[in-house]
């Protein structure tokens, strides 16, 4: 049986300006993971992840290391319970 989460993450680092947002909308959209991820005005990155737990955990992992220009330094992850609202994933601005 598969059981679905939504995660709540907060990224800091360098992380904006190098391609990050797109590098979690590439892979969110691969994986299966629907939600949204967006810059905020203190220079993180904000997120929500939701769906299969092993295909979130999975976005995290990867979240983690970033694209190649990137530097993450702290990821705050919040769990919140799962409720199947996003369609997909999509960029906030």
Same mark, same amino acid.
């Given at each position: 049986?598969?059981?679905?989460?939504?995660? #709540?993450? @907060?990224?800091?680092?360098r992380i904006q300006g190098?391609?990050?947002?797109?590098?979690?909308?590439? #892979?969110?959209?691969?994986?299966?993971?629907?939600? =949204?991820?967006?810059?905020? @005005?203190?220079?993180?990155?904000?997120?929500?992840?939701?769906?299969?737990?092993?295909?979130?955990?999975?976005?995290?992992?990867?979240?983690?290391?970033?694209?190649? =220009?990137?530097?993450?330094?702290?990821?705050?992850?919040?769990?919140?319970? @799962?409720q199947d609202k996003f369609?997909?994933?999509?960029?906030? @601005?």
């Amino acid at each position: 049986m598969q059981v679905f989460v939504r995660r #709540h993450l @907060y990224i800091s680092g360098r992380i904006q300006g190098v391609g990050f947002r797109a590098f979690i909308l590439q #892979h969110a959209r691969k994986n299966g993971v629907n939600g =949204w991820v967006k810059n905020t @005005y203190d220079g993180k990155v904000e997120a929500v992840f939701s769906g299969g737990e092993d295909k979130v955990t999975s976005l995290i992992k990867l979240a983690k290391k970033g694209p190649r =220009w990137a530097r993450v330094e702290n990821i705050e992850i919040r769990k919140e319970d @799962y409720q199947d609202k996003f369609e997909e994933f999509t960029v906030k @601005y």
